[in-house]
């Protein structure tokens, strides 16, 4: 009984895995803003977090009677609860930097596609329109 218990504390439930990766993905989409591939660090946090659970699931002593308890179905949860923050912290910030980036090259008077310097209707660069 007290094996058992001591397992159920090992692996966190799948809503706490998703709230404290959730947390650290809002550190890195603010780090992102800063510079959008700083949030890119949030792969290396979900890599970590998933050989970090790995690590609890090949262990000799835990983990047979870990995956028992969990099943298959509760490792691809707790893989989604640890990367699906992570990965919507670095799509956001990418969204975020190339709608930035376009506003900004409009503003410069550049084509929001390449930053070629634009004068007429057309990019001489990449031939699209520009706005
Ligand atoms: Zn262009």
Known sequence: ????????????????TFLVHAAFALVFFALGRIRWWLSTLALLWAVLGIYLLWAELLSPR???????????????GQHLAIATPQLAAVGASYLLHRRDQRRRR????E??????????????????RTP
């Open 62 to 76: 835990f983990g047979e009677t870990l995956l028992s308890e969990l099943g298959w179905s509760g490792v691809v």
């Open 111 to 128: 084509c929001p596609a390449c930053g070629y310097p634009v004068a007429g209707s057309r990019c001489p660069e990449c031939g699209r």
């Open 106 to 109: 409009i503003g410069d008077g």
């Open 1 to 16: 009984m007290s094996a058992l218990a001591e397992i159920t504390d090992k692996v966190a439930s799948f809503g706490l």
